[in-house]
T-cell receptor, first 110, second 115 residues
Framework: AQSVTQLGSHVSVSEGALVLLRCNYS??????LFWYVQYPNQGLQLLLKYTSAATLVKGINGFEAEFKKSETSFHLTKPSAHMSDAAEYFC????????FGTGTRLQVFP | DVKVTQSSRYLVKRTGEKVFLECVQD?????MFWYRQDPGLGLRLIYF???????EKGDIPEGYSVSREKKERFSLILESASTNQTSMYLC??????????????FGPGTRLTVT
């Protein structure tokens, strides 16, 4: 069965620091992988997606993620955090349906 | 831009009431979905529809039903609301069939409280 695991329900960083949000997936077939962001009181917005093209995927707002098949990972990074990045982030894997992780809440301190 | 709208942002209902949550998308998408979002559990799929009048159960369909009479509209129905259905409900849509990129577009959510 396909699944996705997000390590760390809460991550805190200082403004300007590296952001690293971890996602590991389990899939018996080549997956499509997604990162979504949810700002307070809003729906989910797509940050980026991996669809078996380039393994390094660039998304909106300076985020990127690297697909590593050997590690079954798709971690999300941003070199320098902004206060506006504070939100909840969801990793998702798509095979026959979209399966979401439990989310990581990112806090950014000044 | 794709737009997915939900009829209410906040809703308060009493136990036993019949509750309707409406979702409309304006991009002629074939597939529509209803999720509920709870802290620590992420998003869980309740029902989805891949065409008018077609529906499929998701992971947690118990206590819910859906209706899709028109392509742009997908309704979630709580037949007899219970307190354990207090949650955030999110609607999403995506292009279906061979055109799909699997990217789902989400509405803003309806926060339902059942008292």
């Amino acid at each position: 069965a396909q699944s996705v695991t997000q390590l760390g329900s809460h991550v805190s960083v200082s403004e300007g620091a590296l952001v690293l949000l971890r996602c590991n997936y389990s899939s018996s077939v080549p997956p499509y992988l997604f990162w979504y962001v949810q700002y307070p009181n809003q729906g989910l917005q797509l940050l980026l997606k991996y669809t078996s093209a380039a393994t390094l995927v660039k998304g909106i707002n300076g985020f990127e993620a690297e697909f590593k098949k050997s590690e079954t990972s798709f971690h999300l990074t941003k070199p320098s955090a902004h206060m506006s990045d504070a939100a909840e982030y969801f990793c998702a894997v798509k095979t026959d349906k979209l399966i979401f992780g439990t989310g990581t809440r990112l806090q950014v301190f000044p | 831009d794709v737009k997915v709208t939900q009829s209410s942002r906040y809703l308060v209902k009493r136990t036993g009431e019949k509750v309707f949550l409406e979702c409309v998308q304006d991009m002629d998408h074939e597939n529509m979905f209803w999720y509920r979002q709870d802290p620590g559990l992420g998003l869980r799929l309740i029902y989805f529809s891949y065409d008018v009048k077609m529906k499929e159960k998701g992971d947690i369909p118990e206590g819910y039903s859906v209706s899709r009479e028109k392509k742009e509209r997908f309704s979630l129905i709580l037949e007899s609301a219970s307190t354990n259905q207090t949650s955030m409900y999110l609607c999403a849509s995506t292009v279906g069939g061979g055109k799909t990129t699997y990217e789902q577009y989400f509405g803003p959510g309806t926060r339902l409280t059942v008292t």
